[in-house]
């Protein structure tokens, strides 16, 4: 379904991504980890338009979408939870949700999945007059997943999504992750929690810096290299 | 001799609303453009300018018509703007969006003076109907003065129904606050700001024909100073905000004017530095504008209330 091929991306003299070559099939949970600073956003961003690569090329459904503006990316079907959530802060929460399906026309299918959003997420409707910056981090969270499902994305990217949560939020996400990919929905899930992600993930990339590919490998197969997140990337 | 200076000051006062009404619209205009895309954009004195202009051909077309080509023409000329100057420059940082709008403005008035033959000193005729002051209850206004108010209020009313409740209203909030992150929930960025500066443009319309109406000197510069006002009054408001700058460019129209008639003869040349002298000390005082500084004492307030109850949930 997507296809990196060889994706270059530099920030003026910075390489932050050089020859990154990953993929995604239909209803495939995939991860994708590696340090600070490896290139793990820089990616997320070029996959959806707004920044430019340098080299290499992006396909999604047997097509390059490199050169489209991020609106018509997300409109054919892939949707980002980027990196500190971005909620619209002075927007209310039901607006920040309402934003999320600028891109479709079919109201009754927005009313169904914002149904459905509010029945996962029910904090969302309660605060739904609230603005977006007083909820807590962990509901911000879930208001940026549920923006991003509001498209009704074939494929949900994640960058991050637990990073400064509390432990009991984490396990909430990567059990919203879980559900999500059972129903059906492709997920490309960028983390630091290599552990974690291993476990929900059907495969997992390991990045090192310069966004080049250490390994990678179906869970079983980096849970049969034992201890190789001390090893490789002595992350705990 | 109280109740005389009483109501002195309140006919000060009442004068002086039209005139900060006024540039209450042109800050707000001016700060929708600065939150969708960083664009501080001085060039929004010649859309005035260009307005002015246009009333003064076109007053023999009577009063409706001369409004709606005005209208037509300055949201026509703001939308040019965006397409020609600053399209081009989408990814070019604040100064250079900055810079370019002084080109723009120094090139268009300068392209009047070329070609409106300005040795013949033109004005838009007023209506007397309009400028004619009566008195009700003691103090003196004009049928123009009224007719400013309640633009102003329907403008700031549709401009508060337009940005809350249609989608559209909730794409420019939202690419005010994170221009790229709207772009990647969907919003396409041409449509946004082409509709900001059509509403930009829209707002100076109307602005220019209450403005003429009221001062009637049709000159290139005519809208450079007003734009000043606006700005500054954007900024004492904050410019990221837009009831901030409005309220701003109201609170500093509505000083000036004061200021103007109060000040002794000596001093009323100085008017304007005195004002400025102000927004300087406000400035130091509070870099981000009149409404942040509300915002937080709001969010003092709220949490105290939220410590004093202990905090839900
Ligand atoms: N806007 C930018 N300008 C210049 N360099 C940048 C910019 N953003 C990122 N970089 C650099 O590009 C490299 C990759 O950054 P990127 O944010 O993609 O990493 P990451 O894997 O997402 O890291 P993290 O885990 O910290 O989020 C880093 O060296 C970073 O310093
Ligand atoms: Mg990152």
Redesign the pocket.
């Known amino acids: 379904m997507l296809e990196v091929n060889e994706l270059s991306v530099s ?2 003299r ?1 390489n ?2 050089q020859a990154l070559t990953i993929s995604v099939a239909e209803g495939e949970f995939v991860g994708l980890v ?12 070029t996959v959806t338009g707004t920044l430019r690569p340098a080299g290499g090329d992006v396909l999604f459904d047997g097509k390059s979408i490199v050169g489209l503006a991020p609106d018509e990316i997300l409109r054919r079907g892939i949707a980002l939870v980027p ?1 500190g959530r971005r909620i619209f802060g002075r927007l209310s929460v039901g607006e920040n949700l309402k934003i999320g399906a600028t891109t479709r026309k079919d109201k009754k299918g927005v009313e169904e999945d914002m149904r459905k959003i509010l029945d996962r997420f029910p904090v969302l409707q309660r605060y739904w007059n609230k603005s977006g910056a007083k909820l807590s981090g962990g509901e911000q969270q879930m208001l940026a997943i549920g923006r991003a499902l509001l498209s009704r994305p074939r494929l949900l990217l994640l ?2 999504p637990t ?1 400064g949560l509390a432990p009991l939020m984490v396990d909430r996400v990567f059990e919203i992750l879980d559900d999500l990919h059972k129903e059906g929905t492709t997920i490309l899930l ?1 983390e ?1 929690n290599a552990a974690r992600t291993i476990e929900v993930a059907d495969r997992t990339y390991v ?1 090192r ?1 310069g ?1 080049r590919i250490q390994f990678q490998g179906t869970s079983e197969e980096l849970a049969k290299m034992g201890d190789f997140e001390t090893a490789y990337i002595g992350m705990g | 001799m109280i109740v005389g200076s009483a109501s002195v000051v309140i006919q000060y006062i009442l004068d002086s609303i039209a005139n900060g009404s006024l540039y209450a619209l042109m800050a707000l205009s001016l700060s929708l453009l600065f939150g969708v895309m960083g664009l501080m954009n001085f060039a929004y004195g010649e859309l005035i300018m260009s307005g002015a202009f246009t009333m003064y051909y076109t007053h023999s077309w009577g009063p409706v018509g001369m409004i709606a080509m005005t209208v037509i023409v300055v949201v026509v000329m703001s939308l040019l703007m965006e397409l020609l100057a600053f399209r081009p420059l989408r990814k070019a940082g604040p100064s250079t969006l900055l810079i370019t709008s002084f080109a723009l403005s120094i090139a268009l008035q300068k392209l009047a003076y070329m070609t409106t033959n300005p040795g013949i000193p033109k004005t838009v005729r007023p209506y007397p109907w309009l400028t004619q002051q009566f008195e009700v209850s003691g103090v003196l206004m004009s049928r123009l003065e009224v007719i400013i108010w309640v633009m102003t209020i329907v403008l700031l009313v549709g401009m508060t129904l337009l940005l809350k409740r249609t989608a559209l209203g909730i794409q420019l909030r939202a690419s005010t606050e994170d221009f790229r992150m709207s772009q990647l929930v969907g919003v396409k960025a041409n449509r946004v700001i082409s509709s900001a500066f059509a509403i930009t443009g829209l707002l100076a319309s109307v602005v220019t024909v209450l403005f003429m109406l009221g001062h009637g000197d049709v000159r290139p510069n005519v809208g450079q100073g007003p734009v000043l006002v606006a700005f500054v009054g954007g900024v004492i408001g904050g410019l990221g905000s837009l009831p901030g700058a409005a309220l701003g460019g109201f609170v500093l129209g509505l000083v000036l004017n004061i200021l103007q008639a109060t000040l002794p003869r000596s001093l009323q040349g100085h008017t304007t530095m005195f004002a400025f002298l102000g927004v300087i000390a406000i400035l130091v005082l509070q870099p981000g504008g009149m409404i942040v500084s509300i915002r937080k004492l709001r969010r003092k307030r709220d949490q105290a209330a939220a410590l004093s109850e202990g905090a839900p949930s």
């Open positions: 920030y003026g910075i932050a991504v590696g340090h600070n600073g490896a290139g793990k956003s820089t990616t997320l961003l990196e960058d991050e990073l960028v630091q990045l810096s966004g």
